[in-house]
C-alpha cells in the first residue's frame, strides 16, 4: 500500500536549519509529483512548493524563495524539505503529500506530519 | 496568484443536518477544485476532488459542486466525525493554494 513516512519531530534553535524527510513506498516513486504542505499553530494549510520526482525540478512558492531547498534521492525513493535560517515563525507541522497529476490533480497520500519548533 | 476564499470560518451543527460550505475562487479554475477534511494529530484527508468526484471510501453524504470560481461542500446527515476543518484546495496551475478553511463543530 502507498505510503508516506515523514521524519520525526525536530527542535531547533532560531538561524539553525532543518531537513526533513519524506520516504515513498508502495508505488513507482518517478510517476508522481512530491509537494510540501505546512500548518503553523492555529492557522490553516499553506503550500510551500514542489518537485518533480521524474526531472528533480523544484519549484518553490514565493514567500520561501530563498528559504527552503526541496531535493530528492531517487535511490532510496525519499524527498526531502530543508528549511535554512528558521524563524520563529517556521514553527509548524510540516507536509509531504504525493499528487496525483493523470488529468486531475490532487493530494492523494500523505505523509504524517512533521513537528519543527524554532526555539529563540 | 490565484487566492481563494472560503465562508464561513467555522460553523456549528447538530447531528443529522445538513450543511453547506462555500469557496471561491480569484480567478476561473474550471473544476480544478479539491476539499480535504483536517483533523488534529492527523494528516489532511482528500475527500473530493475536480470539484464533485467523491475519493473512494467518503460516504456519499459528501458532495461537491460548482465551476469556474464558485464551489460548495455540502454534508448531509451529518455525523459527529464530521467534526474537523474543511479546506478547498486549487489545483488549476502552479502555484497552488488552500482557501483559509472552515472549522466545522458539533453541538
Known amino acids: 500500500q502507498v505510503q508516506l513516512v515523514q521524519s520525526g519531530s525536530e527542535l531547533k534553535n532560531l538561524g539553525a536549519s532543518v531537513k526533513i524527510s519524506c520516504k515513498a513506498s508502495?508505488?513507482?516513486?518517478?510517476?508522481?509529483?512530491m509537494h510540501w504542505v505546512r500548518q503553523a499553530p492555529g492557522l490553516g494549510l499553506e503550500w510551500m512548493g514542489w518537485i518533480s520526482t521524474l526531472s528533480g525540478n523544484p519549484t518553490s512558492a514565493q514567500g520561501f524563495k530563498g528559504r527552503i531547498v526541496l531535493s530528492l534521492d531517487k535511490s532510496v525513493d525519499t524527498a526531502y524539505l530543508e528549511i535554512i535560517s528558521l524563524r520563529p515563525d517556521d514553527t509548524a507541522i510540516y507536509y509531504c503529500?504525493?499528487?496525483?497529476?493523470?488529468?486531475?490533480?490532487?493530494?492523494?497520500?500523505w505523509g504524517q506530519g512533521t513537528a519543527v519548533t524554532v526555539s529563540s | 496568484d490565484i487566492q481563494m476564499t472560503q465562508s464561513p470560518s467555522s460553523l456549528s451543527a447538530s447531528i443529522g443536518d445538513s450543511v453547506t460550505i462555500t469557496c471561491r475562487s480569484s480567478q476561473t479554475i474550471s473544476n480544478y477544485l479539491n476539499w480535504y477534511q483536517h483533523k488534529p494529530g492527523k494528516a489532511p484527508k482528500l475527500l473530493i476532488s475536480s470539484a464533485s468526484a467523491l475519493q473512494s471510501g467518503v460516504p456519499s453524504r459528501f458532495t461537491g459542486s460548482g465551476s469556474g470560481t464558485h464551489f460548495t461542500l455540502t454534508i448531509t446527515s451529518l455525523q459527529r466525525e464530521d467534526l474537523g476543518v474543511y479546506y478547498c484546495q486549487h489545483t488549476y496551475g502552479i502555484p497552488y493554494s488552500f482557501g483559509q478553511g472552515t472549522k466545522l463543530e458539533i453541538k
Open positions: 503529500a504525493r499528487e496525483y497529476g493523470a488529468g486531475a490533480y490532487y493530494f492523494d497520500y
Open positions: 508502495g508505488y513507482t516513486f518517478r510517476n508522481y509529483g
